[in-house]
T-cell receptor
Framework: DSGVTQTPKHLITATGQRVTLRCSPRSGDLSVYWYQQSLDQGLQFLIQYYNGEERAKGNILERFSAQQFPDLHSELNLSSLELGDSALYFC??????????????FGPGTRLLVL | GQNIDQPTEMTATEGAIVQINCTYQTSGFNGLFWYQQHAGEAPTFLSYNVLDGLEEKGRFSSFLSRSKGYSYLLLKELQMKDSASYLCAVRDRDSNYQLIWGAGTKLIIKP
């Protein structure tokens, strides 16, 4: 158990809908990262938040947005969902902003299925 | 540009040794990570290299050569539970210190 929690574990929804995925980082960690992993694909970095502020952006679609709250939990919002958005969404956390030796610890993921 | 290459799949026998290679091209190398990921589960951290050489951790070792843009993960005394994907990731200064991930190597262990 990494100490990172994600809810829900599974989500089934329809095209065009909007969903929110939630992540709580390990105690004391200030950074949260969001990743997408499609079937048999590598991890795609979406976005990083550090202490409430957006730190770095990856291949995140405009239909997707995220935020980190004062208690450091984070939410990833996915809207106008398409079939291709079906994937595992992982949240990871690290102690600070991502320095050289810093390790990311991953949550169990949310499996999203868009029908 | 940035690129990380790993073999897609490897097969090995229980009790044997396997080496999983990773080659990378990044403009601002700042460390290399290996993670293990069982199917449908979260990646878990295995090792970190930033200087050239071998880091040993029990049955797992990781090697780095920065001049060659090359790393390998060595797994000894293979067990069935080692069947998983092994992900190589490079931290890149020029990408705001984000991790650039390889597609992963699926390791199949046969009895």
């Amino acid at each position: 158990d990494s100490g990172v929690t994600q809810t829900p574990k599974h989500l089934i929804t329809a095209t065009g809908q909007r969903v929110t995925l939630r992540c709580s980082p390990r105690s004391g960690d200030l950074s949260v990262y969001w990743y997408q992993q499609s079937l048999d694909q590598g991890l795609q970095f979406l976005i990083q938040y550090y202490n409430g502020e957006e730190r770095a952006k990856g291949n995140i679609l405009e239909r997707f947005s995220a935020q980190q709250f004062p208690d450091l939990h984070s939410e990833l919002n996915l809207s106008s969902l398409e079939l291709g958005d079906s994937a595992l969404y992982f949240c990871a956390s690290s102690a600070t902003s991502g320095g050289s030796q810093e390790t990311q610890y991953f949550g169990p993921g949310t499996r999203l299925l868009v029908l | 540009g940035q690129n990380i290459d790993q073999p897609t799949e490897m097969t090995a026998t229980e009790g044997a040794i396997v080496q999983i290679n990773c080659t990378y091209q990044t403009s601002g190398f700042n460390g290399l990570f290996w993670y293990q990921q069982h199917a449908g589960e979260a990646p878990t951290f295995l090792s970190y290299n930033v200087l050239d050489g071998l880091e040993e951790k029990g049955r797992f070792s990781s090697f780095l050569s920065r001049s060659k843009g090359y790393s390998y993960l060595l797994l000894k005394e293979l067990q069935m539970k080692d069947s998983a994907s092994y992900l190589c990731a490079v931290r890149d200064r020029d990408s705001n210190y984000q991790l650039i991930w390889g597609a992963g190597t699926k390791l199949i262990i046969k009895p």
